[in-house]
């Protein structure tokens, strides 16, 4: 099993704010990484794919990075309606895993 | 993007089997584009896969449930569903359909279901 760990688990911020989410794999999953921001009550949404491409009609603020065992989700400057619960997951190899997510709250 | 619908019995009992069925509308699961899979969400946690399903029956499962687990297809209705076997208290949540990206089980999830919440209860 290929284990995701996400930090911080809450992260407290304001509007404008740059915020930076971490995914580290417990082994090489090349970029096969994806990104799901879910909201309260709401099904995961994807954001992006293959650890850097964004999803067509997903705001450009948000970009991720990193190959290997260690990704990053970056907002660029944090919007009203960005305030959620960000997964990261794995698509390397069965079973598909996903981190334990990350809350952005407001600061 | 297709439309897709969980639906369920809101309530099962320990031991019980419990049925569920993801509707498709606005795209044929008979493509050969795409694997759908289920997803599952205990109250206040992360998600975890539960299992995946091409048209033509291929199957994959999490292991940590494989054998309680079955997945199957119906393309004449669109329908795909789960059933899970002799299901306890941790089975409680929310149970996602969800279409992969691609023709492969490989891949992230591009659509999903609303969900819907299964309590496991005497």
């Known amino acids: 099993v290929i284990w995701m760990t996400q930090s911080p688990s809450l992260l407290s911020a304001s509007t404008g704010d740059r915020v930076t989410i971490s995914c580290r794999v417990s082994?090489?999953?090349?970029?096969?990484l994806a990104w799901y921001q879910q909201k309260p009550g709401k099904a995961p949404e994807l954001l992006i794919s293959?650890?850097?491409t964004l999803r067509s009609g997903v705001p450009s603020r948000f970009s991720g990075s990193g190959s290997g065992t260690d990704f990053t989700l970056t907002i660029s400057s944090l919007q009203s309606e960005d305030f959620a619960t960000y997964f990261c997951?794995?698509?390397?190899?069965?079973?598909?895993?996903f981190g334990g997510g990350t809350k952005v709250e407001i600061k | 993007q297709p439309q897709l619908q969980e639906s369920g019995p809101g309530l099962a009992k320990p031991s019980e089997t419990l049925s569920l069925t993801c509707s498709v509308s606005?795209?044929?699961?008979?493509?050969?584009?795409?694997?759908w899979g289920w997803i599952r969400q205990p109250p206040g946690k992360g998600l975890e896969w539960v299992g995946s399903?091409?048209?033509?029956?291929?199957?994959y499962y999490n292991p940590s449930l494989k054998s309680r687990v079955t997945i199957s297809v119906d393309t004449s209705k669109n329908h795909f569903y789960l059933k899970v076997r002799s299901v306890t208290a941790a089975d409680t949540g929310v149970y996602y359909c969800?279409?992969?990206?691609?023709?492969?089980?490989?891949?992230?999830?591009?659509?999903w279901g609303q969900g819907t919440l299964i309590t496991v209860s005497s």
């Open positions: 606005g795209g044929s699961i008979s493509s050969n584009d795409h694997y």
């Open positions: 293959a650890a850097s």
């Open positions: 399903i091409f048209h033509g029956g291929s199957t």
């Open positions: 997951q794995q698509y390397f190899a069965f079973p598909l895993t």
């Open positions: 969800a279409r992969h990206v691609g023709d492969d089980a490989l891949t992230g999830f591009d659509s």
């Open positions: 082994r090489d999953i090349s970029s096969d």
